[in-house]
């Protein structure tokens, strides 16, 4: 089945609460291990404030087969514009290469727009090529700036006394 076929037979709707056993099944086929209080606490943040988050699943047959979180970020980092941030997307191993993932992120931008949102933005692992080559399909582009991490387990090396 091409793509453009396959397109037509994804219904993009907001995910539900009945939605969650689905969504970390599908994800922890991804990741290795259920991620279980994350997506609890990530659709219980959405429905306590919807306008800060947008959550989109595709449904194919009857069954939810991938899905997309996003959170919406209103002044941080000085920033003006609100921007969304891709915190988890995951499309059902049987359904890639059938526009699922394309069509998570059509759903997400639309739902985007409405909330004024104008950029969206994620992270991947360099060594991910698969999601990769998902975003660069997707549109995405590196970004022009640097994410910078510290271990916070480690101490910070104390200065040396001017004396």
Request: proline share 4%.
């Amino acid at each position: 089945m091409s793509n453009a076929a396959a397109n037509t037979d994804n219904n993009v709707r907001p995910l539900r609460s009945t939605d969650l056993e689905r969504v970390i099944a599908i994800d922890s086929a991804h990741v290795g291990e259920p991620r279980r209080r994350f997506f609890e606490k990530r659709l219980a943040h959405a429905k306590q404030h919807p306008e800060d988050f947008v959550h989109v699943g595709v449904v194919r047959k009857g069954a939810l087969v991938g899905f997309a979180f996003a959170r919406i970020l209103r002044g941080e980092f000085g920033r003006e514009q609100a921007v969304a941030t891709l915190d988890a997307v995951g499309v059902e191993h049987d359904s890639r290469e059938h526009g699922v993932g394309h069509a998570l992120m059509d759903g997400l931008t639309k739902l985007m727009r409405e909330k004024g949102v104008q950029s969206l933005q994620s992270q991947a692992d360099w060594t991910n090529h698969g999601l990769l080559r998902f975003f660069d399909s997707s549109g995405f582009g590196l970004a022009p700036r640097l994410v910078l991490e510290r271990s916070v387990l480690t101490p910070l090396a104390e200065a040396p006394d001017d004396e």
